[in-house]
């Protein structure tokens, strides 16, 4: 005679543990998301927190020479001293600014205009993606070498080609005024790429029935993309604005291979970053350069803040 089993059936996911279930265990498969999570976000959190709280406190003494050498507390006395500083602190902070607006402004202009280029097909798209994207190949460093070559007032190509028409040789990084601007084209060139790569991805993953339907309607390619892909693509527009944003205003590599300690003979490209690797490196000074490292620290948050709320509105 057969005998008939009956199949058992698993409990549904996310369904209440069995009545006798032991409360620790139930207590553990309520939070398994937060369990599983636990350990990276322990590793990251270390990452973060230690080197942070080291810098705090050495902002608070007069550490330098060594920062193992003795050093005494002196509280916030290296926060007033470099908030009073008019010579290299708050003209640091407004080419750092000057650099990240003017960077970010050019970057989201021309990324835009790439990549409505490349979002319908055309022979040879694919060659032209991948030029376009040649630049985020190199490192920053090779990049502001490359650049530095090319722009250099003696031998550089830039000149030579300017003499062809005419023009007389330009100072280009040499130059006190010349020198944060041309910097500034050196970001564009080698991140326009980035926000490129962005708004495509963005572009690509929009609805064709909205545009149609504005097509069928009469609208212009300009009233097509200013009502209807532009508030699309909004979201995505502020995510690359966020990214790049936060990065342009970090940089570092490309001024110090281009410039040199100090941002040059006149401070001409020094931002708050270079200001503060100088303190450390140049000069030895680790309480005050703390102290710029964690003003800035603050700068960003506050700047994160500000795009991540224009994000949240833009989402709305």
Do not use: C
Not at 19 to 30: A, C, F, K, S
Not at 92 to 98: K, L, N
Request: hydrophobic residues 50%; without cysteine; aromatic residues 12%.
């Amino acid at each position: 005679m057969a005998t008939i089993t009956t199949p058992t059936t698993k409990a549904p996911r996310g369904a209440p543990a069995a009545p006798g279930t032991p409360g620790w265990l139930r207590r553990v498969d309520e939070h398994r998301k937060w369990l599983f999570a636990a350990p990276a976000m322990t590793f990251v959190a270390a990452l973060l927190v230690f080197p942070l709280a080291w810098t705090g406190y050495l902002s608070l003494t007069d550490a330098e020479g060594s920062v193992r050498a003795e050093s005494d507390f002196v509280g916030l006395r290296n926060y007033l001293d470099v908030l009073s500083d008019t010579e290299r602190f708050w003209p640091a902070v407004g080419r750092t600014a000057t650099f990240t607006a003017v960077a970010l402004l050019f970057e989201v202009v021309l990324g835009m205009a790439i990549a409505l280029l490349l979002w319908r097909p055309f022979r040879g798209q694919r060659w032209v993606r991948v030029a376009i994207l040649m630049p985020l190949v190199a490192t920053p460093v090779a990049v502001g070498m490359m650049w530095r070559l090319i722009l250099d007032p003696n031998i550089g190509l830039a000149n030579q080609l300017l003499g062809w028409f005419g023009i007389g040789p330009q100072p280009w990084l040499a130059g006190q005024h010349s020198a944060l601007p041309t910097t500034i084209f050196i970001d564009v060139w080698q991140w326009t790429p980035m926000v490129v790569l962005i708004l495509l991805a963005g572009l690509t993953s929009l609805s064709e029935e909205p545009q149609e339907a504005a097509r069928i309607d009469g609208a212009s390619t300009w009233q097509r993309f200013r009502h209807v892909t532009l508030p699309l693509l909004m979201p995505t527009l502020t995510v690359a604005v966020l990214l790049r944003g936060i990065d342009a205003l970090k940089t570092f590599d490309i001024l110090y291979a281009t410039k040199g300690r100090g941002g040059g003979s006149f401070h001409e490209v020094e931002t708050l970053n270079v200001y503060a690797y100088g303190l450390s490196f140049d000069y030895n000074e680790y309480g005050v350069s703390s102290t710029v490292l964690i003003l800035f620290f603050l700068i960003i948050i506050g700047a994160m803040w500000a795009l991540t709320g224009r994000r949240k509105e833009a989402q709305r």
